[in-house]
């Protein structure tokens, strides 16, 4: 007999078209038919005792490799036990998905005290992410997943939510898992600010001794830091940019210790090289935060942002 697929079958046809072949998790009554689906489709499921140590896994895997990072928990508190990595990861800039449940539809907003409610749970996952939405009936899967993704990716990388209701999640789809699935939205590339890159090009060109800041946003364009790092002869270090230091060879600042993620511009400023820094290119999202410490640096050299 043929088994029907479900919303969560559905869900999982598209986790594997986006190229994932692991989720972190803590399943629950209200996701056991996607958990269920997950190990059916082969996808690798790596678990838990608490739900922020599954959210917090799912940002160091998009941290260091790249990759969009997905996790599962439960609605209500589990979600809410997930969201200090959720916001860890927002201020990092990292892309990761977040998979949680709901409470039955028709208990949605009517304050009955179902299992696990979070009163509007949809307005509190859009306060924590750079977008979010609720699957409200099977034939919205594929598409509210692919655009999970897609705003995960597109422009600053940050964390993006879908919830799905509990009877919805396992309800029968509309068609086979794989038919009318929504194909990966394909993640434009920002313009580029030609008067920024001639004003940049202009500093450098003046400055006598570089030194290259890069943080998250800039972990794609190692080649292109390694050959500017070359060109100028500056060192690299890193701010919010694990990885980046030991691919952006050749000229490379050996720190006593790794920047941590927070402070790390100004634990930088007590190192002998730093300090003689007359201009620093930044990249990614570490310019916001050497803005603050720039303006606390006297006599501090110039910034130029890529």
Known sequence: MTRTATTADVI????????????????????????????????????????????????GYAQATGRTGVYSVVPGPGFLNSSAALISAYGASAP????????PSKFIGRGLGHLHELPDQLATIRSLTKWAATVEHPGQASELTAQAF??????RPRPTAIAVPWDVLAAPAPAPAGAGAVRPIPVRTPELDHAAVARAARLLAGASNPMIMVGGGARDAAAQVRELSRRLQAPVVSFRGAGHRRRCRPVRLHLRRRLPALGGHRRAARHRDPARACLVPLAGPARRAADGAHRHRPGAGGQARA
């Open 12 to 59: 999982v046809r598209s986790l594997i078209d986006h190229g994932v072949d692991t989720v972190f998790g803590l399943p629950g009554v209200q996701t056991y038919p996607l958990f269920d689906a997950m190990s059916r489709s082969g996808i690798r499921i790596i678990g838990a005792r608490h739900e922020q140590t599954v959210a917090y896994m799912a940002f």
């Open 96 to 103: 990761v998905v977040c998979l949680t449940g709901e409470i």
């Open 150 to 155: 897609y705003h995960a990716r597109q422009g």
